[in-house]
């Protein structure tokens, strides 16, 4: 089983659908619309289900890293 996985259009970078299912069944489903809320540009993205593909690992995290703490100056 993997996250079904869609390229942003803004940012290029890769965003989860909220979609889980393993690579047979999802290659297997008719060609099927969807829109999904971008975490990254906090926009709707529509897309096809030809332009998604089932990503077996965990997605990319899509929050921002906490900042990382200051070094002391010497």
Avoid: L, S, Y
Wanted: hydrophobic share 40%; with cysteine; net charge positive.
């Amino acid at each position: 089983m993997g996250a079904v996985m869609v390229r942003c259009p803004a940012t290029g970078r890769e965003i989860a659908t909220g979609m889980v299912m393993d690579r047979e069944t999802f290659r297997a489903t008719p060609v099927f619309f969807a829109q999904v809320d971008c975490p990254i540009c906090h926009t709707k993205h529509e897309w096809f289900a030809k332009d998604a593909w089932v990503c077996d690992a965990n997605p990319r995290e899509t929050k921002p890293r906490p900042a990382r703490p200051r070094r002391a100056a010497a």
